[in-house]
């Protein structure tokens, strides 16, 4: 049916490959490229043999010229943005270039402030909308099936949703004393920005890891969870009707927190360049350098994990409760992809998203976020695509 361009070669580009060829009658070619070739043809040499044809070529997503002349040699009918949040507009200018579809699973951020929103990639509406091109914004997990599961419950469960609690808990352990699931840096400077929540039309600030929870989470059980600042509460303010109240929370252990904390005092999080034996080296990169590879925790890592919304509402006039959430096991993630939980639920939530522009279904010119399209069909591949979802009508609120 169609061809896509991947761009990036790290933990939830894997996946995406993996799911790609997984599915040869939409994904009938790939080209993966990224800044390292050698892991690219590293993933091709795994996967290659079946339908799927696979190519693979060097890339720097940081020069738009380079992005558009790949994209004119190899003609995708999409471009799945699996690189850095630093890239995103650079890809996005690229598409609107070569005029081809756009999706990724993150918002952009410039690379010198931590500080992620939907501002700039929302300047792209007209322009996408004149070019006649789709693009899919945040298209993983959280945010991507967080928004998926919103317009589900707002189609089918509800007139009208008051709040929304996401929750999100890993229960994985790798036997690392400190490592991030997903890249290093990206996930230290979410965890170390300032927390918020939305709250009758506006955003208020908290300190960051100032709002703790404990909630007894199906299939894992309790577990202590901290209120985040997170990039759907953003789309998710203004797209669901009536919203009074977002609040995104996500599990962290005590031997994270800790480490985190030190690892902060000591100025090994910033992201000021220093000078270093006569180098300009930012610490939190030189962080990264020597934390282990997200992608290597895929084997060590057991446990579960466990993402989703609950909603409270009402419907014909009656309070009503929702709560839909994923179970994802660390250990069938391995053993099907060869990558942990975390790249696994990012991972197959971006082939879908991509599987639905390719095959119509989420087709339309302009910049979306993924509860800006119908729910329905993403739904029903999630079950199919390995991230079954359950449901309960009863659930423990989050005081
Ligand atoms: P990794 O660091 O494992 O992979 C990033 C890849 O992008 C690497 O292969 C890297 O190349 C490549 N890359 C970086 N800069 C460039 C560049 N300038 N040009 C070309 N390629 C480049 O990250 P993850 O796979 O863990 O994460 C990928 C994305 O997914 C991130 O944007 C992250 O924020 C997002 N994410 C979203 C989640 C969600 O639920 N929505 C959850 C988890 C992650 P190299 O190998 O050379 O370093």
Redesign the pocket.
């Known amino acids: 049916m169609g061809k896509a361009l991947i ?7 894997s996946v995406v490959v993996h799911k790609c060829c997984q599915n040869p009658d939409v994904f009938e070619e790939i080209l993966i ?4 070739v050698s ?1 690219c043809d590293a993933l091709k040499e795994k996967l290659q043999g079946g339908k799927t044809k696979i190519s693979t070529a060097q ?4 020069n738009t010229e380079e992005i558009v002349a790949l994209i004119n040699k190899f003609k995708p009918d999409i471009v799945i943005n ?6 995103d507009l650079t890809i996005m200018d690229a598409c609107l270039a070569a005029k081809v579809d756009y999706l ?3 918002n952009y951020e410039p690379i010198d402030t931590a500080k992620f929103e939907y501002s700039w990639q929302w300047a792209y509406r007209e322009k996408f909308k004149e070019a006649g091109i789709t693009a899919v914004l ?7 099936v967080t928004g998926v599961f919103s317009a589900y419950a707002m189609k089918h469960y509800f007139d009208e949703i008051k709040q929304i609690d996401i929750l999100d808990a890993n229960a994985g352990d790798h036997g690392y004393p400190f490592a991030t699931n ?2 290093p840096e ?1 996930n230290i400077r979410e965890v170390t920005a300032n927390g918020s929540y939305f709250e009758n039309g506006e955003f208020i600030e908290t300190e960051p890891m100032s709002i703790k929870r404990v909630y007894n989470f199906p299939e894992i059980g309790d577990k202590d969870m901290y209120l985040l600042h997170h990039e759907e509460m953003e789309s998710l303010a203004l797209n669901i009707n009536g919203i009074k109240k977002i609040r995104f929370w996500m599990t962290f252990s005590e031997r994270y927190l800790t480490h985190l904390k030190v690892l902060e005092n000591v100025g090994m999080t910033s992201i000021e360049p220093i000078e270093f034996d006569g180098k300009q080296i930012v610490p939190l990169q030189f962080l990264k350098a020597v934390l282990p ?3 290597s925790l895929g084997p060590r890592t057991k446990g579960k994990t466990n993402i989703g919304c609950i909603y409270q509402g009402t419907k014909d006039g009656q309070p009503k409760n929702y709560y839909v959430y994923n179970v994802c096991d660390h250990e069938e993630c391995y053993k099907e992809v060869g990558s942990q939980a ?2 696994y ?2 991972g197959v ?1 971006a082939m879908i998203g991509a599987m639905m522009v390719l095959t119509g279904k989420w087709k339309k010119p302009g910049v979306f976020n993924v509860e800006e399209f119908d729910p329905d069909p993403f739904m029903e591949q999630l079950n199919k695509q390995g991230l079954p979802w359950k449901e309960d009508f009863n659930p423990s609120l989050v005081d």
Do not use: E, H, M
Request: proline residues 9%.
């Open positions: 761009i990036g070669a790290g933990g939830v580009a490229a990224s800044r390292t892991k890339l720097d997503a940081d699996v690189a850095l949040p630093y890239q990724d699973t993150a945040g298209c993983g997990f959280d945010p991507g997903f890249n990206i590879d997200p992608a975390i790249s639920t990012t939530p």
